[in-house]
């Protein structure tokens, strides 16, 4: 390296990391993921910080899936969509996704933080304004630092806020306006108020775009996410979401929403036009997953009913949770070190669970963050209960 001293700084700053317990480890899965997955060491614990919300990463029927669309479509496009990226395949994972979200038209990327980074420079300059949410995920954030419009943003899930913001930008001049929210904020299992969002806009002719990424396949009677649970299905402007979560935890992402935003898209957004397209096997699991998601609602009741019990017990133990009627379930520890301790005991009592703390999550807002899946056995949860209890005793943070 030609800057030694770049390197003694990097040097310092991970040593800080390390002495403060703070310092992100990743763990090694050698298994296929599941509700149960092995380590590196061959030891098997339970699964609870995993997307993997139906359960269906190692699922049987979309493995051979994708084996067969790999015999069938090849392995990858080599090429982004504009050039000689786009099979048949892609077109109807996009129609699919239209109708099971109440979407006129849908656009494909390699993931929904392209599809967020790409989103608000595709559609609006300098004349617009963008209204967003204080605890939107960073590739909300990230997109709109791309976009030259007006930015204001207002306080988590505050409709009042909203309202004021909105003020703001209408008094501005902005031409268009779009707020821009999370259908469920990622670390606090909060689900939006998304059609008081939807009346707020209508109120002052803006328009609504809400990331989905933890709430399709979640949400909703059919799974369909944050709108139907909210009773706006069918009434929505543009949501982004995700492949690699609920959907079979692969990888790729989505807008959908009219007609002519997505043909918008299509021309101007970066990361669509300069990135490859999905992996074909990809787009034919995932339409096998809507197939599955229409023929049935089994795997969505079933994670809603778990995260139900998971949450029940946790409070029965005297725990602080955030969030609410979701499957992510964070439990509230405050102190970064701490969380990490915590973390690391309920890996030796066989629970893998990772703690979250800043830049992630706000300064002294330091959690534990679990996720539940269909997946689950009713007796996996109440280890985990158990294993909780037992761990955060010994750490004094219950009695």
Not at 64 to 76: E, S, V
Not at 153 to 181: F, P, Q
Request: proline share 2%; with cysteine; glycine share 10%.
């Amino acid at each position: 390296m030609y800057n030694p001293e770049f390197k003694i700084r990097l040097q310092s700053n991970l040593a800080g990391l390390q002495a403060a317990g703070l310092f992100k480890q990743e763990r090694y899965i050698d298994t296929p993921q599941f509700s149960q997955v092995g380590l590196k060491d061959g030891s098997q614990v339970i699964n609870m910080c995993a997307n993997n919300y139906l359960g269906l990463a190692n699922n049987p029927e979309l493995m051979q899936t994708a084996k067969d669309a790999i015999d069938r479509w090849g392995y990858g496009m080599a090429s982004v969509r504009f050039i000689c990226g786009t099979q048949t395949l892609h077109q109807e994972l996009e129609d699919r996704l239209s109708a099971f979200l109440g979407m006129e038209d849908t656009i494909l990327f390699g993931s929904c933080y392209d599809a967020n980074g790409g989103l608000f420079e595709g559609l609006l300059d300098a004349n617009d304004a963008i209204v967003s949410d204080s605890l939107n995920h960073a590739s909300i954030i990230d997109g709109v630092r791309l976009c030259k419009a007006a930015r204001y943003r207002y306080a988590n899930n505050d409709m009042v806020d909203l309202e004021a913001k909105l003020k703001e930008a209408k008094a501005a001049g902005a031409r268009t306006i779009l707020i821009s929210t999370d259908g469920v904020f990622s670390m606090d299992g909060i689900v939006c108020q998304l059609d008081v969002v939807h009346q707020l806009a209508e109120k002052y002719g803006a328009i609504v775009h809400f990331d989905d990424s933890h709430s399709t396949g979640v949400l909703g009677k059919r799974g369909r996410g944050t709108h139907e649970h909210c009773g706006i299905f069918g009434k929505s402007d543009i949501t982004t979401g995700t492949l690699g979560k609920a959907l079979g935890g692969a990888s790729g992402g989505y807008i959908s929403g009219p007609k002519e935003v997505i043909a918008q898209l299509r021309q101007k957004a970066r990361p669509y036009l300069f990135s490859n397209s999905i992996m074909p096997a990809i787009a034919a699991t995932t339409i096998k997953v809507i197939d599955m998601l229409e023929a049935s609602t089994e795997l969505v009741e079933t994670v809603q009913s778990n995260a139900t019990y998971f949450r029940k017990g946790m409070e029965q133990c005297g725990f602080n949770l955030a969030g609410a009627n979701h499957a992510i379930v964070p439990v509230m520890i405050g102190d970064a070190a701490l969380s990490q301790q915590l973390s690391a005991r309920l890996l030796e009592l066989g629970v893998y669970a990772m703690g979250f703390f800043f830049p992630v999550v706000p300064r002294e807002q330091a959690r534990i963050r679990t996720q539940i899946s269909a997946a689950h056995t009713q007796q996996q949860l109440d280890r985990a209960i158990d294993a909780f209890a037992q761990a955060s005793r010994e750490l004094g943070i219950i009695k």
